[in-house]
Structures are given as C-alpha cells and as structure tokens.
C-alpha cells in the first residue's frame, strides 16, 4: 500500500503538537486502536491521539514488534489524519533497519495528517537508532520525532541516558522510557534532558500528577485501553453466561455508528450489506 498525500499538516499543527508538551501539565496521549477508539477518545476532549502499536497488531492478528504492521499502521493513520485532533503514531522501529526505508514511512505518515512518530530501538545499536532519528528529521522536518528506548522495558536500564543524549542530539523532539517508574530515576532524566521526557502510565507506578511533578512532559498510555477494552469485552460475556447483568458503559449502537467515516459517493448499502 503506498499513500497518496491528501495533505500536510500545518507548520501551526506540528506546533501545537510540540506545545503540548508541557512542564508541570503533561500531555496525557490515549492511544487508539482503530477509527472508532481514535473518535471516541477525542470526543472525551483529548486534543492529541496516539496510536498502540500492540492493538493494531492485536486487531489484525499479527504480532507486534516484528515489523509486522507496516500496512496496517499507515492504512491507519490515513484513516485519522484528516481528522480534527493531533495524531501520533507508534511505529514500533520504523518496519525497517534501513534508516532511508524508515524516513520515507516517516515521510508517508506526515503526508497524510500525522504530526508524530514514535520510534523504539528495541535495545538494539544505538548507532543505528540515531541514523533512523537523522534520515526522519531529514525527510520530515515537521514530524515530532519521539524516540524510544528499551533499556528498562527489556533490561536493566543500564545506559539509558547515554542512549537519550545521543537521541536528542541526533534531533529527537522528545524521548521515551517505558517501563521505568522509579520517581529518583525519572528525575534524574529529566534534569539532564533538553527535549521533553515521555513517561508510560503504569497502574503499579506513579500517578499522573505525580509524574507531572516530577517534570515529566508526555504521559502515554499505551496498549493500557486496548487490553482494557477486551478485559470488559470477555468480562460482559462470562456474566451473560452466568446469568449477571454486565455493568459499565456501555455505547449505544448509533453512537458506535456515527465514529465511522463518511460513505463515499454513490455507496450502496444494500448492496454491501
């Protein structure tokens, strides 16, 4: 699939974006799954969407973190880049190890609407990553390049700071450690970055405003409302089976119905039925 550009966003978009992130309020980033998740999250008065890597992947049976939704992930953002709030999109590591392949997706998903890309370096060689960071800001300057490490999600947080020094130099506009919750370790990072610093929420870890205390700028949350809304999903149904009534929201079918697009002219429902 190759996008076709619709258009790009505005240079007062990608600053509004940039904005966001602020010292002492946070950008707090829901992050969506498909159309309707995207929608029905900036109907709550989100201002800015991201994208989860996890449920995209999830959605479409593939897995996630393998390069495997390249398609998906871009079919996606052309779906939600014309809409009216800010949109982010995860990128696990750009589908490629080819720094030039990885700018030129960067490049497709600002020319459709996205004002952001997250970029993880799934603990592989920094080098690497800052050449992936260099080619993005190259071809898409505009683009807020969030630039992921996984020296806690997937070790022991050894080098952390070595790796978000060399992201922000390389041109990173924010950075992102998952998996750490340490409040001293969050504080140290933040006092020796120049570019904002992206927290993901953890149930176990500090709350929002804690995190906001602590001069974290971006709070994700990840795959966090996707696993939740199939917890619901299966929950509803294990109490129909034993006889409960399922409690929560629940949104009515037209609600539902009116996240999706507009049909394109001459669209037959009958005959797509």
Not at 20 to 32: C, S
Not at 205 to 214: H, K, Q, S, T, W
């Amino acid at each position: 699939m190759t996008a076709e550009p619709q258009h790009t966003p505005s240079d007062r978009a990608a600053t509004d974006f940039a904005g966001l992130h602020r010292a002492g309020e946070p950008l707090l980033l829901p992050n969506a799954w498909d159309h309707a998740s995207a929608r029905a999250l900036a109907g709550q008065g989100f201002p800015a969407i991201g994208t989860t890597s996890l449920g995209v992947a999830a959605a479409a049976g593939l897995p996630d973190g393998a390069a495997a939704t390249r398609e998906e992930t871009l079919r996606l953002a052309v779906a939600l880049g014309s809409e009216p709030f800010l949109l982010s999109v995860d990128a696990e590591g750009g589908f490629s190890d080819d720094p030039e392949e990885v700018a030129e997706f960067a490049r497709e998903l600002y020319a459709v609407g996205a004002v952001g890309i997250n970029l993880e370096d799934g603990l592989g060689p920094a080098a690497r990553h800052v050449a992936k960071i260099t080619a993005v800001k190259r071809a898409a300057p505009g683009l807020f390049v969030n630039a992921r490490t996984d020296t806690h999600w997937l070790g022991d947080g050894d080098g952390t700071l070595a790796r978000l020094d060399a992201y922000q130099q390389a041109g990173a506009d924010g950075v992102f450690v998952p998996g750490l919750t340490d409040p001293r370790r969050i504080e140290t990072l933040v006092r020796h970055l120049e570019v904002p610093l992206n927290a993901l929420y953890s149930p176990g870890g500090p709350p929002v405003a804690r995190l906001a205390g602590l001069g974290v700028r971006r709070v994700s949350l990840g795959s966090l409302l996707y696993r939740r809304a199939l917890g619901a999903a299966v929950e509803a149904a294990a109490d129909l089976r034993a006889g409960r009534t399922p409690t929560g929201v629940t949104p009515s079918y037209d609600d539902v119905a009116g996240f999706a697009a507009p049909a394109p002219a001459g669209f037959d429902p009958v005959a797509h039925h």
